[in-house]
């Protein structure tokens, strides 16, 4: 952990640390399982995309190749169709073309400065705190970015843009709204059925929007002022929708509306999390004590043609 630690760029007052839970013990400590297991599954609830994706962790070379099998991605989701005749009749070979998808590992640390004298008299009582505020940053911050994220620094996320209104992931089904500034009820039932029958009704599947975007879907009307999604909320045509601050909102050349069966997002974990506390000479004067929170976490939509979104344009 020291050497990792230096890798990273860490000073040396910083490495140099006593790293203790209650007491003292040189060379740091990885958080109790239950403390970590209870920060995970608040991360895990409170995501759109972790929840439903394929998660697997890499080898100790810190990589990790998920095969993808090459097809068209409409019913068939491979090459693979075979062919019907007599039992005389000779078969055709086909050939299955499988590709991989390797994510990139990327690094993702918090730092909190805490009092020791606030330590000290919380006791046990701060430790849900805790876990309860670094399972909602780790849980907002990777759901931006496996929704939305750029790939550069974290994970590439569906809606990843390679130029302004443009995607970078070209199975991605598009729908356009219909209107340069708005969402129509038209574009969305067209966007959600672009979607074959078998990725709308897998597991995984459900569709993802920001609340401003949600108010926007529930206002449309007919043209008798009959409101047109006035199902339950928490559905969109009659599937599970969730909401998603992290999503854009509705602009021009915007990509609001996201559906697809997210198990064709691949995520690679390489350290769920780690939690280290320093208590050093370095901070004795400020009577504070710093935590650090680590995870290596790479991320891709190695499916796309699972997803469907809708871009505002005419």
């Given amino acids: 952990q020291l050497q990792e630690a230096v890798r990273e760029g860490w000073s040396a007052a910083e490495v140099k640390a006593t790293m203790v839970e209650s007491q003292s013990t040189q060379g740091g ?11 995970l599954g608040r991360a895990t609830t409170l995501s759109v995309v972790r929840s439903r994706a ?25 090459a693979l169709r075979g062919v019907w005749g007599s039992e005389i009749q000779a078969g055709t070979a086909e050939v299955a073309t ?15 400065s805490i009092s020791k004298s606030l330590l000290e008299d919380a006791g046990p ?7 309860k505020r670094i399972g909602e940053a780790a849980s ?5 970015q496996e929704l939305v994220g750029t790939g550069a620094d974290g994970p590439q996320g569906v809606l990843a843009l390679q130029s302004p209104g443009v995607l970078v992931n070209k199975d991605v089904r598009v729908t356009n709204s219909g209107s340069a500034a708005a969402i129509t009820a038209d574009a969305v039932i067209t966007m959600f059925y672009s979607l074959p029958q078998q990725y709308r009704d897998a597991p995984g599947f459900c569709s993802t929007c920001n609340s401003n975007t949600v108010q926007a879907l529930r206002l449309l009307k007919d043209g008798s002022g009959r ?13 599970p929708l969730v909401e998603s601050e992290s999503m854009p909102d509705i602009a021009a050349n915007a990509y609001p509306i996201l559906s697809g069966d997210f198990s064709g997002y691949y995520v690679a974990d390489r350290l769920g999390l780690s ?21 290596r976490v790479g991320g891709t939509p190695g499916e796309g043609y699972r997803f469907a979104a809708m871009k505002v344009s005419a």
């Fill in 140 to 144: 907002v911050e990777e759901d931006r």
């Fill in 275 to 295: 939690i280290q506390l320093y208590q050093d000479s370095t901070f004795a004067d400020l009577d504070q004590a710093v935590i650090y929170v680590r995870r």
């Fill in 125 to 131: 009582r701060l430790i849900p705190q805790i876990s």
């Fill in 54 to 78: 394929t998660i697997d962790t890499p080898g100790v070379n810190g990589s990790l190749a998920f095969p993808v099998w090459q097809g068209a991605g409409d019913v068939y989701s491979t």
């Fill in 98 to 112: 499988l590709g991989k998808i390797s994510p990139a590992i990327k690094l993702w640390r918090l730092k909190i």
């Fill in 227 to 239: 409101y047109l999604f006035n199902e339950d909320l928490g559905t969109l045509c009659a599937k």
């Fill in 29 to 39: 400590f990885l958080t109790a399982e239950t403390v970590r297991e209870e920060i």
